[in-house]
C-alpha cells in the first residue's frame, strides 16, 4: 500500500474499533514495505487527521453538499486525509493533494464517490481552504483546537478560562522525545557524546535530573544505544513522578500497575539497582513488555507478577516503603501523543473515579508506617485527580499529604511536558 493508504487504513481501524492511534499504526508499518520517508510521511497524515478531525470536518461540511458525518466511513477518510493536505501540509501542491486523493478513494473501493471527493476539494482550494468561524465562543475554540466541546467546557469549570487556554495549546502535536538516561551504564555527558556519534543530537533538560530531549530522533530502537540499554524513553511528567516517589536504595517498593514500565526503570535506577522493586499489572503480557526493557536496560532488582491492583493481596499487606499507584485514567493529559483520545464519550468514564479510589486505598494496605505513597494520572480532570485523593484522606486519618497536589500542565515552569497529576501520601500509622 502507498503510504495515504496505510494511513486511511489506519484510521478506518482506529474509527470502527476505538483503538489506540499508536497500537494501530505499528503494525501497518511491520507488514508494509515502506521506506524511512514514507513511514515518516505516513505517520504524518495518520496522526494529524486524528489530531485535527473537528477542524477538517468543520472546513468539509462548508464545502460539501452531504455532511461528513453523513458519509461512507472510507470516502470519509479520505477527505479528511485530503483536506489535510491541502490546510496543513505546505510542502504538497494543491493539485497532487486533490488528484492523490482521488486515486486513494477508489483504491478503498469506493470509486462512485471519486467525483465528490474531487469536487469538495476543488471547492475548497478555490475557497483558499477557508470556512466562516462558529459565532458561538466555546464552538469557535472547539474548531479551532479540534477539541470537542464539552471537554473544554470542563477543563475551564476546573481551571479557569486562562489555564483551559494553556491546556488547549498543550495537546497539539507533535510531542517532543524525552528520554531517561540508564546511570547503572553511563552518564548524561557520556550519553549525550555517544548519541551524537549516531547522528542523534541531544538537549539536557533543565531542572530535570537526567534526562535529555531528543531532537528529530528518528527510529529510536535502531540506535546501538538503545539496543544497548543506556537509556529509556520517558515523559518530563513521568519522570518527575519518580522524584517524588523517591526510591532510594536499599528500598522495597512497589509499582502496582506498572506496564509498560517506564518509571519502573526509573526507580530501579534510583535505587541503583539495590533492594527490591516488584511490578504488578493486571495483564501479564503487558508486564512482560516490563521484563523485556528490564533486560535490556539490565537490572536485576525488579521482579514482575500479575494481580489486580484493587484486589487485597495479604502477602504484600505492610511490606513496602514507597508504592506507586499510577491508576489508568482518561489519559486527557497525552492528547498530543493519542490524540484520539479526545473523542471520547465524557459519560463513558464516569466509572473511572470509583476505580481509581478502590486502587487507591488498596495500595495502602502495601504501605509501611512511615512509608510514601504517589497516587498519579496523566489526566486533567479534578474528578480523576484531586477529588480521588480528597475522598480518600478523609476517610483514612492514618495518611496525609505531604505537600500540595501538583497538576502539571504543558508549558508551565518551562516544561513541555505531557498533563500530570501527582499527590504525595504518606502512612502516619498502620493502616487498619
Known amino acids: 500500500m502507498t503510504p495515504r493508504q496505510t494511513a486511511a487504513s489506519a484510521l478506518l481501524d482506529v474509527e470502527r474499533d476505538g483503538s489506540y492511534s499508536n497500537l494501530v499504526l505499528e503494525p501497518y508499518f511491520q507488514r508494509e514495505a515502506l521506506s524511512p520517508r514514507d513511514r515518516a510521511f505516513c505517520a504524518a497524515l495518520f496522526y494529524g487527521v486524528l489530531e485535527r478531525r473537528i477542524t477538517l470536518d468543520w472546513t468539509l461540511d462548508h464545502y460539501s453538499r452531504t455532511p461528513v ?65 462558529p459565532k458561538d465562543k466555546l464552538t469557535a475554540l472547539s474548531v479551532e483546537y479540534s477539541v470537542p466541546s464539552p471537554l473544554i467546557q470542563r477543563w475551564r469549570k476546573a481551571y479557569g478560562h486562562d489555564a483551559a487556554l494553556e491546556i488547549l495549546e498543550g495537546t497539539r502535536g507533535p510531542a517532543p522525545t524525552f528520554i531517561r538516561v540508564n546511570t547503572l551504564r553511563t552518564t548524561l555527558p557520556a550519553l549525550q557524546s555517544r548519541l551524537s556519534r549516531e547522528g542523534v543530537e541531544s538537549l539536557p533538560v533543565e531542572g530535570v535530573e537526567n534526562a535529555l530531549r531528543l531532537v528529530e530522533p528518528g527510529n529510536i530502537a535502531a540506535l546501538p544505544s538503545f539496543r544497548e540499554g543506556l537509556f529509556h524513553v520517558q515523559d518530563i511528567s513521568s519522570q518527575l513522578c519518580v522524584a517524588a516517589l523517591d526510591p532510594r536504595p536499599g528500598m522495597a517498593v512497589l509499582d502496582l500497575c506498572a506496564a509498560p514500565g517506564g518509571k519502573t526503570f526509573t526507580a530501579a535506577q534510583r535505587m541503583e539497582d539495590r533492594g527490591l522493586l516488584l511490578a504488578r499489572d493486571l495483564y501479564p503480557h503487558r508486564l512482560a513488555l516490563v521484563a523485556e526493557g528490564a533486560a535490556r536496560l539490565g537490572l536485576s532488582v525488579l521482579e514482575t507478577a500479575p494481580g489486580d491492583a484493587a484486589a487485597p493481596d495479604p502477602a504484600l499487606e505492610g511490606r513496602f516503603h514507597r508504592v506507586l499507584c499510577d491508576v489508568p485514567c482518561s489519559g486527557f493529559g497525552t492528547l498530543r501523543r493519542k490524540p484520539e483520545i479526545r473523542y471520547k464519550p465524557l459519560d463513558a468514564l464516569d466509572g473511572l473515579p470509583r476505580v481509581q479510589y478502590n486502587i487507591l486505598e488498596n495500595a495502602a494496605r502495601f504501605l509501611r508506617p512511615g512509608g510514601r505513597l504517589v497516587y498519579s494520572t496523566c489526566t486533567l480532570d479534578p474528578r480523576e485527580n484531586d477529588q480521588v485523593v480528597e475522598r480518600f484522606l478523609a476517610g483514612h486519618p492514618g495518611f496525609a499529604a505531604a505537600g500540595p497536589f501538583r497538576t502539571y500542565i504543558h508549558g508551565r515552569e518551562g516544561l513541555d511536558c505531557d498533563g500530570f497529576f501527582v499527590a504525595i501520601l504518606t502512612c502516619k500509622e498502620a493502616t487498619p
Do not use: C, H, W
Not at 86 to 95: D, H, K, R, T
Not at 113 to 120: E, F, I, K, P
Open 69 to 133: 458525518a453523513r458519509l461512507e466511513p472510507e470516502v470519509r477518510a479520505a477527505l479528511r486525509l485530503g483536506a489535510y493536505q491541502l490546510m496543513f501540509s505546505p510542502g504538497i501542491p494543491p493539485s497532487a493533494a486533490v488528484d492523490q486523493t482521488v486515486d486513494l478513494v477508489k483504491a478503498l473501493k469506493k470509486g462512485r464517490a471519486a467525483g465528490l471527493v474531487n469536487g469538495v476539494l476543488r471547492a475548497m482550494v478555490r475557497g483558499g481552504f477557508a470556512a466562516p468561524a
